[in-house]
């Protein structure tokens, strides 16, 4: 499966930005997502992922209440929604899949990634 993460941008502390990971070459239905993100100087972590019946998982926990992943299988579409960005939320993000029900936390548990999106909250 071939993944294609777009929507980042420059966006004002407090701001919104909604990424989207579209997926090409399999039934991205059976796919386990993840979104991950890289600041500056530091390791790749794991933010959020979504199941392939749609549950949630949060992963980073600075995230909650601001952050929602969704998916849309009919478009082969994963979703993550940010608000209330904050400086912090500074990195590239990814998306990544695996071929499994869950997501897990572990970058290295993902066989597919897209190439990533640059997302930058300015204070």
């Known amino acids: 499966v071939q993944l294609q993460a777009s929507g980042g941008g420059l966006v004002q502390a407090g701001g919104s930005l909604r990424l989207s990971c579209a997926a090409s070459g399999d039934t991205f239905s059976r796919y386990a997502v993840g979104w991950f993100r890289q600041a500056p100087g530091k390791e790749r972590e794991s933010v959020l992922g979504?199941?392939?019946?749609?549950?949630?998982?949060y992963y980073e926990g600075s995230v909650k209440g601001r952050f929602t992943i969704s998916r849309d299988n009919a478009q082969n579409t994963v979703y993550l929604q940010m608000n209330s960005l904050k400086p912090e939320d500074t990195a590239v993000y990814y998306c990544?899949?695996?071929?499994?029900?869950?997501?897990?936390?572990?970058?290295?548990?993902?066989?597919?990634w897209g190439q990533g999106t640059q997302v930058t909250v300015s204070s």
């Open positions: 979504i199941s392939v019946s749609g549950t949630s998982y």
């Open positions: 990544a899949a695996k071929f499994a029900v869950l997501p897990t936390r572990g970058d290295y548990e993902y066989d597919y």
